[in-house]
């Protein structure tokens, strides 16, 4: 059987964006000749494209699940003719292009895309909105927030085949801009976000530079841009060569560049044994005994934050501030003021182990069984030795006044 490619443009354009989003398999109406944007869905997973496919089943319609990598991929794999039978073909009720002699056949056609050609520039004006929105979506999940939006339409409806658009916020006393790259696909009208600029200006005056790539429309956010242009750690989920996932903490390496003039980037696996929970805990940090708020605490140190905490010793409460470390396995305090704690200093926030806490949990219950029974019993002494240190009445034998 030969292979043909019935699409329409619009559904090549959807095919790219669901690439982009990480969505590899289409499911498509293999009862329909010519397939349309409206005969098309997209999954992430076989799972998910299987269910649709057998849920919509009807007397009239059936669907078929195509994993797909590329847009050639899917123009190679895509059948259609084996779908329709021989009485298919030959009942003009089921096929308006079909007559013996052709003629019916051409006729359909030519009117076909005539009438594609004339909704050609509503459906490019749809497509432009649906890439606007896709878009502006993108934006907001890497952070880059709503500001944008008017920018990016404007460049999107003069239709260069790539421009730029430049995005400025002041975290604390530090400035972070970033110059953000769209490019228009080589085969579609399709805008993408493809990498930005990143430049943090510090409080001392410097300025650090970086360049982050997305990957279907992910990659390195704004703010974890700016955690790791400021020195720190972010933990990322990344995919290798052969296109497994894997998780792994990031940092810049400000002493070596790469030939693109990018810091190089230092990763630590997870068998490089560094546990941030285990980190953390190694301190008397009060977050760690509420579930919501340990949970928060641990993905805002895994996005490169400074997260500020509270310390608990001897029943007094302590706000500190602590990032992680992943480099030396362990995570770094800093005081109220943001001054970074000294290793001697750090001993007193340090929290027991579990034998040790049990071990000092039991000795202060004992004291406090202690102070309880020496409150109760004190009273009692104190009247006893007030009656004996009492002077004692003097009697007088003679006239005059009894002193007391």
């Known amino acids: 059987m030969q292979n043909e490619h019935p699409l329409s443009d619009e559904v090549l354009s959807l095919a790219e964006l669901a690439l982009r989003a990480g969505k590899q398999y289409m499911v498509y109406n293999n009862s329909i000749y010519y397939l349309d944007q409206t005969d098309v869905y997209f999954f992430e997973t076989r799972i998910e494209a299987n269910s649709f496919a057998a849920d919509n089943i009807s007397d009239h319609d059936r669907f078929h699940v195509l994993p797909f990598k590329s847009i050639a991929d899917l123009l190679a794999k895509i059948p259609y003719g084996e779908q329709f039978n021989q009485s298919s073909i030959n009942d003009p009720d089921q096929n308006g ?31 432009n909105q649906e890439n606007l929105q896709y878009l502006s979506d993108n934006l907001k999940y890497m952070g880059f927030g709503d500001a944008l939006k008017a920018d990016l339409e404007k460049n999107l409806q003069e239709g260069k085949p790539e421009f730029k658009l430049e995005f400025f916020n002041e975290i604390g006393n530090k400035g972070f801009e970033a110059s953000l790259n769209f490019r228009k696909s080589d085969s579609t009208d399709m805008y993408f976000f493809n990498n930005y600029q990143a430049t ?31 020195g720190r750690a972010v933990h990322k989920e990344l995919l290798n060569k052969e296109g497994q996932p894997y998780k792994a903490w990031l940092q810049l390496d400000f002493e070596n560049k790469d030939k693109n003039n990018n810091f190089e980037v230092k990763q630590y696996h997870e068998n490089y044994g560094y546990n941030l929970k285990d980190a953390v805990a190694k301190y008397a940090v009060s977050e760690l005994n509420d579930p919501d708020k340990s949970k928060s605490l641990l993905q805002s140190l895994e996005k490169g934050n400074v997260q500020a905490i509270t310390i608990e010793k001897d029943g007094n409460s302590q706000r500190m501030f602590i990032e992680a470390d992943p480099q030396f396995k362990k995570v770094t305090l800093y005081d109220g003021n943001m001054k970074m704690m000294t290793k001697e200093t750090l001993e007193q926030y340090k929290s027991l182990p579990a034998g040790k806490a049990a071990e000092k949990a039991v000795a202060d219950d004992d004291k406090k069984k202690e102070l309880k029974t020496e409150q109760t019993v004190k009273p009692e002494k104190e009247k006893k030795t007030e009656k004996t240190l009492l002077p004692k009445k003097r009697e007088s034998k003679g006239k005059g006044l009894g002193v007391a």
């Not at 292009?97 to 509503?122: P, V």
């Not at 005056?205 to 990659?219: A, I, M, P, R, S």
């Open 97 to 127: 292009l079909y007559n013996r002699d052709g003629n019916a056949f051409t006729d359909a056609l030519i009117e076909h895309f005539e009438s594609t050609q004339i909704s050609k520039h509503q459906n490019l004006n749809n497509m």
């Open 200 to 230: 943090l200006h510090r409080s001392n005056g410097d300025e650090v530079n970086q360049t982050f790539y997305l990957t279907k429309g992910k990659g390195v956010t704004a703010k974890e841009a700016f955690n790791l242009l400021d």
